[in-house]
């Protein structure tokens, strides 16, 4: 009975709201009459002012930097909340939980691998501002190298008080570059390093700093969370 | 030949995305068993996700990266906001699916079950 | 002027990223850095407070780049007020759970202060923001510490009840993407001020599905019934402090966000009358439900539920008269509801269910905690001389004045409900025996501050209520001018 009476809630629902994007169009243009669209702004600015290749770059990490930091603090509370959360005291804690161990080929393969995907990672968050990527991208990347080093094999660790570290170090970099902004410049998160040439590595002042800072933050504390998370016996 | 397609595209995307959000819903609302609910959770956001970015896309249009090369032939290029929203709020699922699921282990190590209908203890 | 709206979150983040790192050096520090950063703030707001009321608002703009393509922060009378009670009920909340517990180690310690100060940095950016998307980011932020702090004691029931509002809490953010997708489609535009001023340009069917998909994903966080279910048991689980930053900040903020989607953003007549009918249906439910409870905690959640109908219900009515007395309840609520849970965690201290019968003749071993406890039970029923008998009668002119009679009989009936499940609680701390086998606890040294300062507030405005109505009067003038606060932020260059 209860099934029934979701599963008509959900077709209304869904009618509706299918009704509306129907209505808006894939690939047409959709706005009103007479709005001169923010993005139009955007990609004129990314090039004349900014010299940043990747406009989703120049986006996230300057025009909207506030939402940015809002998101590293999230990230930052998901790893508290998941610590405090999963606490236990010292007596009661317990070692890997393992199931069986990994056959020949993962434990060989993963050697090979593991420096290869750290490369890749810091590769597309360097490169964050002109090709596709970035520092959560990057971040990600080199936290799946390190997953899987801690499936391979029993024994890898990862010491948790240097992860903590440069979590900290990571966002104070992002927040500092920000007061310092405001300090010198006027407003927060304002760019104040010299903006280089279109496409050249060293170009767009502050904006491949504070990603690369973002590409440690998030590798850092995705590899916490897998092992917080690997070291729950019971 | 092009404009069926088109026609057909239109719907096919946005009406698989609003129905990977409902099936996500029916999930999260109907499921007895506390690790599906987590991951029906995750099906939503994914879905979100899935429509936000399909709002951003222009006909014929192309990344918006100005790479070497680009400003002898300027063609469209699509909404870049849309993907800069839709980097916010993948990050943002990944952390409360985090926080959700270590609720999920704390539950287990009390209760010893999974099953939503003996952890009940909180009544009217 | 000692710094710029901004500092509100900035601060605070690089406290948080740096409390890991002196938390290795002193383990002191983990506890003393929270509470300077909140006086700093509680400092800075009454600064920034002073100077608004004089020459308009403030509003900043961030990475440089003037808005609509930038995000900015405004500080105008109305979210100056609200930004400045939730500073001070933070710091209130830091002095109160200094050394609440006794036995809790250093790691959970540290966790708890890094996570109520972002919950207080989360509400107070909720209500500073001026962009919808960095609304939804700060309701993450916000949402999350909450989760954790709800679950931060390991008895059995807290980690159900903390995922409870998970389940509620992430059905609010996919709604408000949705309804931010909607706009953002058919306006081009993520900026408040900029959506209201095109917003009569969008078709009416997208608006009301807009608005209506707004008003649920905040309606859950502002527990509006039926989108409350989580609320009592998250309440009741919580620790006594966490649970007045709950009652004292988040619902706040949350109400001010819906609030300024309706009056700013929209300009549907009709929400008006929505507001109304919700907050009616909400104060009825939630009072009726509050005389059944027999946990001190779960009475007092469900009576917070039912002043926020209240408060739904005055800002509903429209005019000015309407906010200055909705702003009136929010400021007499936060501060009495906190004064009730901080004492009241101190009546159920030892007990291991917290329920009403064990608070039998405890008024002779802790005196001063059921003196405060009794005073913000009075308070709250609106009996004079106390706060609550101003705003409450600010609410039956106001109500009076637009020739609602309803909501003046409705208000009445409820305040009768309200002194009968209150008046049993009082009845029971003074006039009945003690159970033997129920111990009590004094309070702690700062614990005696926190509590007496917030009883002190609401003697000082029961009898001389002009020391705020000032700073109300110009909130609500604030909130009606929809033109001006378009206009102060479009025209910024």
């Known amino acids: ?234 | 030949m092009e404009d069926t397609l088109f026609k057909l595209l239109d719907y096919g995307i946005y009406g698989t995305a609003v129905l990977v959000i409902l099936v996500g819903l029916y999930g999260a609302l109907v499921k007895r068993s506390l690790l599906k609910i987590v991951i029906s959770l995750s099906v939503i956001d994914s879905g979100i996700n899935l429509l936000l970015v399909a709002i951003g896309y222009l006909k014929g249009g192309t990344a918006p990266i100005f790479s070497p090369g680009y400003l002898e032939n300027p063609k469209v290029m699509v909404d870049p906001i849309p993907q800069a929203l839709v980097l916010t709020a993948i990050v943002i699922g990944f952390g409360v699916t985090a926080v959700a699921l270590s609720l999920v282990i704390r539950l287990y190590r009390h209760h010893h079950t999974l099953h939503i209908d003996e952890i009940k203890n909180l009544k009217w | 002027m000692v710094g710029t709206p901004v500092l509100f979150v900035a601060i605070p983040l690089l406290a948080a990223f740096l409390i890991p790192l002196f938390g290795m050096i002193w383990k002191e520090s983990v506890r003393i850095l929270p509470g300077i950063v909140l006086a700093y703030l509680l400092v800075l707001a009454i600064n920034l407070m002073n100077y608004v009321m004089v020459n308009g608002p403030i509003v900043e703009v961030i990475a440089g780049w003037a808005p609509p393509l930038g995000i900015n922060l405004i500080f105008s009378p109305f979210s100056g007020f609200l930004v400045t009670l939730m500073v001070f009920l933070g710091l209130i909340v830091w002095i109160y759970s200094y050394r609440f517990k006794r036995n809790v180690d250093f790691e959970p310690a540290k966790k708890y202060f890094i996570l109520l100060m972002m919950l207080i940095t989360g509400s107070v950016g909720m209500v500073l923001t001026g962009d919808i998307f960095n609304l939804f980011v700060f309701i993450e932020i916000t949402s999350i510490s909450a989760y954790a702090l709800t679950a931060f004691y390991t008895g059995r029931n807290s980690a159900e009840a903390s995922f409870k509002y998970l389940m509620h809490g992430s059905l609010a953010s996919a709604f408000l993407l949705i309804a931010i997708m909607i706009i953002y489609s058919q306006l081009g535009t993520l900026n408040m001020a900029d959506i209201g001023s095109k917003m009569h340009l969008m078709k009416p069917a997208f608006k009301i599905s807009a608005i209506i998909l707004l008003f649920t994903a905040l309606g859950i966080e502002a527990e509006i019934f039926p989108l409350n279910g989580w609320a009592p048991d998250a309440y009741a689980e919580a620790p006594g402090p966490v649970g007045a930053a709950f009652a004292g900040i988040v619902v706040k903020a949350a109400i001010y966000a819906s609030i300024r989607v309706i009056y700013t953003l929209f300009d549907l007549s009709g929400a008006y009358d929505l507001l109304i009918i919700i907050g009616m249906i909400t104060l009825i439910i939630a009072e009726t439900a509050a005389i059944r409870q027999e946990k001190l905690k779960r009475m007092l959640a469900y009576s917070s539920i039912g002043q926020m109908g209240l408060v739904m219900v005055a800002f509903g009515i429209g005019t000015e008269e309407g906010v200055f007395a909705a702003l009136f309840l929010m400021f007499n609520h936060a501060i009495i509801k906190s004064l009730l849970f901080l004492s009241g965690s101190y009546l159920v201290y030892n007990s291991k269910d917290k329920l009403i019968k064990e608070v039998n003749g405890i008024g002779k071993f802790l005196p001063i905690t059921s003196f405060l406890f009794v005073l913000g039970a009075f308070a709250i029923v609106g009996l004079p001389p106390f706060a609550g008998f101003w705003s409450k009668l600010s609410v039956l002119s106001a109500a009076a004045d637009s020739n609602m009679l309803l909501i003046i009989a409705l208000v009445l009936i409820v305040s009768i409900i309200e002194i009968v499940y209150y008046m049993r609680v009082v009845n029971r701390i003074y006039f009945f025996k003690k159970d033997e086998t129920v111990s009590s606890q004094r309070p702690t040294f700062n614990a005696l501050i926190a509590m007496l300062t917030l009883g002190a507030i609401v003697l000082i405005v029961g009898f001389y209520p002009d020391a705020i109505t000032g700073f109300l009067h110009r909130a609500s003038a604030d909130l009606m001018d929809k033109a001006g606060y378009i206009n102060d932020v479009l025209t910024l260059n």
């Open chain 1, 1 to 234: 009975m209860k099934k029934f009476v979701v599963i008509l809630l959900l077709a209304v629902m869904g009618y509706y709201i299918s009704a509306i994007f129907f209505d808006i169009g894939f690939g047409n243009s959709h706005l009103v009459e007479g709005i001169s669209p923010v993005k139009d702004a955007y990609l004129e600015e990314t090039v004349n002012t900014l010299s940043v290749a990747n406009t989703v770059t120049s986006i996230v990490v300057n025009f909207r930097g506030f939402d940015t930091l809002g998101e590293v603090t999230v990230l930052f509370l998901a790893v508290t909340a998941l610590g405090s959360i999963l606490y236990k005291k010292r007596h009661q804690a317990g070692d890997r939980s393992v199931l069986f161990s990994a056959s020949k080929i993962v434990t060989s393969g993963s050697k090979l691998l593991f420096p290869a995907i750290v490369l890749l990672g810091a590769y597309v968050f360097i490169h964050g501002h002109l090709s596709p990527g970035g520092g959560f991208q990057g971040g990600v990347i080199i936290a799946t190298g390190f997953l899987l080093m801690l499936l391979a094999y029993e024994n890898f660790t990862v010491g948790h008080n240097a992860l903590s570290v440069i979590e900290s170090l990571a966002g104070i970099t992002f927040a500092g570059v920000g007061m310092w902004g405001l300090i010198y410049g006027g407003s927060f998160l304002e760019n104040f390093l010299p903006v280089g040439t279109l496409n050249d590595l060293f170009s767009g002042g502050v904006i491949p700093i504070i990603y690369i800072a973002v590409g440690f933050k998030v590798a850092a504390e995705l590899t916490g969370v897998i092992y917080t998370v690997l070291h729950e016996k019971g």
